[in-house]
């Protein structure tokens, strides 16, 4: 943010694209006014005029020059109106905000990424990085879950990955269809018997919290260090800044400190799952 501004002003955003991506989730693509300079795991307040305001964290690559993604589940007022949304409207965008995934702890480490629904979202920027920068890291491990193959999200990028040798991709589905060729079951099914380093390994979580926490609860199972998993945090939010207290997580603000906390710093506080 600019100093001397006020931080509640939203820039302009054009909505140059709109991908439907699952019966209740889509992505649009925005061209905000000016540059918004964001990092894996930070998140942008967007608002759709008239209607009001909701975070969401991007899901494109933090490299792309003019224009940015936001992938949106439909659950209530706002993100019903996002879906709604046409190429051709304005929405306003304002941030980024809070920490987003801190890199530089991961480099020279094995990485297990997993991820659960919308959770997809973030965790896809933070694999364009992990994979631009690939040999910056050790073993590089996917575990992806979601309801079904119809709720599966970026399907071109899943199928250029798992073809990836450098990456070890999976996904499962709570339940299958004829087509489906992979794992069926819950996500904490394919953490089984996952290669990595456990004593500097790093775990990066993002999804629903039931998903969160039982995956969360078998990487520690695993041997993985409670200090290297990275969780994403969810709260309720309003001003994003560390202002108003709407998003306080024991003795956090989720949408300052966070939204990305490692499970050390929360795990003593009470309801972290939802
Ligand atoms: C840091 C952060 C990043 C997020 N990133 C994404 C994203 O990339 N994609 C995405 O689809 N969603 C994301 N969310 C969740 C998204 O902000 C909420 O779904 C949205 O605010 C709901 O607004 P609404 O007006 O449509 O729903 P409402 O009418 O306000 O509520 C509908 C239902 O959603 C629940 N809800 C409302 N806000 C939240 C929230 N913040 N977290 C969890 N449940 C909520 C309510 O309890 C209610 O049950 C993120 C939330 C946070 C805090
Ligand atoms: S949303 Fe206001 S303090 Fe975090």
């Keep these: 943010m600019r100093s001397g501004m006020n931080p509640y002003r939203p820039i302009g955003a054009e909505v140059v694209d709109v991908i439907a991506e699952t019966p209740t989730i889509k992505t649009l693509r925005l061209r905000p006014d000016e540059k918004i300079n964001f990092r894996p795991g930070q998140f942008i307040q967007l608002t759709v005029p008239g209607v009001g305001e909701a975070p969401f964290t991007p899901s494109s690559p933090s490299t ?4 940015m993604e936001v992938t949106v589940m439909r659950v209530g007022k706002v993100t019903e109106k996002v879906h709604q949304l046409k190429p051709g409207d304005i929405v306003g965008l304002r941030g ?10 991961f480099v020279g480490k094995d990485l297990i990424v997993v991820g659960g629904g919308c959770g997809f979202a973030p965790i896809r920027t ?18 992806g879950g979601c309801k079904s193959p119809a709720d599966l999200l970026y399907g071109k990028e899943m199928d250029a990955w798992a073809a990836r040798r450098d990456l070890d991709l999976l996904i499962t589905v709570d339940q299958g269809d004829a087509g489906w060729r992979g794992p069926v079951g ?5 953490l089984d018997g996952i290669d990595i380093d456990c004593e500097n390994g790093v775990g990066i979580l993002c999804g629903p919290p039931v998903m969160m926490k039982f995956s969360t609860r078998k990487l520690l199972q695993l041997g993985l260090r409670e200090e290297n998993l990275y969780l994403s945090m969810e ?19 989720c949408c300052k400190d966070g939204p990305v906390f490692n499970y050390t710093q929360i795990k003593n506080f009470p309801d972290i799952w939802g």
């Excluded at 792309?64 to 224009?67: I, P, V």
């Excluded at 994979?131 to 491990?141: A, H, N, P, T, V």
Aim: some cysteine.
């Design 235 to 253: 709260k309720n939010m309003s001003c994003g800044i560390g202002k108003c207290g709407h998003c306080r997580l024991g003795t956090y603000y």
């Design 126 to 143: 933070l694999m364009y990085v992990l994979l631009d920068q690939r040999s910056r890291f050790g073993k590089l491990i996917f575990r």
């Design 186 to 190: 819950l996500v904490t099914g394919i």
């Design 64 to 67: 792309w020059k003019d224009c």
């Design 96 to 105: 980024p905000y809070g920490r987003g995934y801190p890199l530089e702890a």
